[in-house]
């Protein structure tokens, strides 16, 4: 008879249609509760789970299946696992380029195209930057504008690598600082995977240097300049049409798998 962990309260998945109810694997019960107690921060990160025969005895199961479960947490890169004299499991809370990574393969999978990814920043950063406009800050307008000084600096000294990465820099903290933590985290997620078409774009092609990017960073500056003066109806029809036009120089009908592939 397969081992039923004590002492958890784990919930089955749901039965899908057209198909048998699957049991979860024991391994795969011990490690859902584990994984709930890190994300709702019962285990803060850096702390060290108990030992192996502790959280055996805990949970009622054997060691090979705790073990199992390890494998699982670590897979989801909740845990690090450290092997030697001091051997043990510590917590470690996920990660935005873990989640970028894999939300690249899928869109890859899915034969997304690389318009498609760019026209969901539409969907995003104009309203962020109304936002912005209507209650601007000092802090938020200090900080975008220390960014767009750096890119500027990057920029003037030709390091076209670091301009691309700088500036997918600035789409993330133009939306950290109008406050949404989702839509933040959203952004993040397109911007490293923008990142990663444009890299790639520069290293089949390193002579094509962008030679839009001294007028980029200037529609920075206006950006700002917009945000600080608490225009929000200027400030979104401007970002809108510089999203627009970035849009044309960077984005094409080709997948995202094609244009990686390389």
Not at 209 to 226: N, V
Request: hydrophobic share 35%; proline share 6%.
């Amino acid at each position: 008879m397969p081992e039923t962990p004590s002492g958890t309260s784990g919930t089955f998945p749901p039965k899908k249609r057209g198909g048998p109810l699957r049991i979860p694997k024991t391994a795969e019960v011990v490690a859902d509760t584990i994984r709930r107690k890190i994300v709702q921060g019962e285990l803060p990160e850096g702390s060290a789970l108990p030992s192996e025969p502790q959280m055996a005895e805990e949970f009622g199961v054997s060691r090979p299946t705790l073990r199992e479960a390890f494998r699982i947490l670590e897979a989801e890169r909740l845990i690090l696992l450290t092997r030697g004299s001091r051997s043990g499991a510590i917590v470690s809370l996920p990660q935005i380029e873990g989640v970028s990574r894999h939300a690249s393969y899928l869109l890859q999978a899915r034969e997304v195209s690389v318009a498609d990814i760019y026209e969901a920043r539409l969907a995003i950063e104009p309203y962020i930057v109304r936002k912005l406009a209507q209650k601007p800050t000092k802090k938020a307008v200090a900080t975008l504008r220390a960014e767009a000084d750096r890119l500027s600096d990057l920029n003037e000294s030709g390091r076209d690598r670091e301009v691309v990465v700088g500036v997918a820099e600035f789409h993330r903290v133009l939306v950290e600082v109008g406050g949404n933590d989702t839509l933040h985290f959203m952004t993040q997620m397109l911007q490293d995977v923008m990142e990663q078409y444009q890299l790639s774009h520069l290293r089949d092609d390193p002579s094509g240097r962008d030679t839009t990017s001294r007028i980029g960073i200037k529609s920075f500056y206006k950006l700002i300049d917009l945000i600080e003066a608490g225009d929000p109806d200027a400030a979104q029809r401007h970002w809108q049409l510089h999203l627009v036009n970035s849009n044309k120089h960077w984005a094409t009908t080709r997948s995202l798998r094609e244009m990686l592939a390389g």
